[in-house]
């Protein structure tokens, strides 16, 4: 028997980083790897770097110490330096799972010209979608992930 889908309401998360908006997609997207800390993977490995692809349909994944990888999502939207669409396959345990449908939605709104603000949308459908929304709307998650985004793309 199937476990029932159900949707959690979103979870919503903004900032505003004193960059431009073009550094600020960039720090996100080509630099994720400099501020999403090491310790937030899901190999058994320890996490090298943390990778998003740079198109749609490119894989946005960890790479561990000893090479192996780990895929998260996929880039489903990508507009520099305006918003990036990732999946995220991981369930509430933080595995990879294909039943989880979850969307996390970043845009990059120009505040004049050294300023941006940054509105993330995590959408999420699975059997433990509101254990995976409190997870992600927990201290550390979004909200405290894009503290260390913003902190790293003000350098």
Known sequence: MSQQRITAAPVRKSIVVNAPQARAFEVFTAR????????????????????????RGGR?????????????????????????????????KFAVD????????VRFIADGTNATRVELEHRITSSDAEAIRASVD??????????LFAEEAQK
Do not use: T
């Not at 994944?61 to 998260?72: A, L, N, R, V």
């Not at 927990?138 to 503290?147: A, E, N, T």
């Open 98 to 105: 294909e039943g989880v449908e979850s969307e996390v939605e």
């Open 32 to 55: 994720f790897g400099s501020w999403w800390p090491k310790g937030h993977h899901i190999a058994a490995v320890e996490m090298k770097e943390a990778i998003i692809e740079p198109r």
């Open 60 to 92: 946005w994944y960890e790479k561990g110490i000893d090479g192996s990888e780990c895929q998260w999502g996929e880039v489903l939207v990508w507009e520099p330096p305006s918003k990036v669409v990732l999946s995220w396959r991981l369930n509430s």
């Open 138 to 147: 927990s201290p550390q998650g979004w909200g405290g992930l894009l503290v």
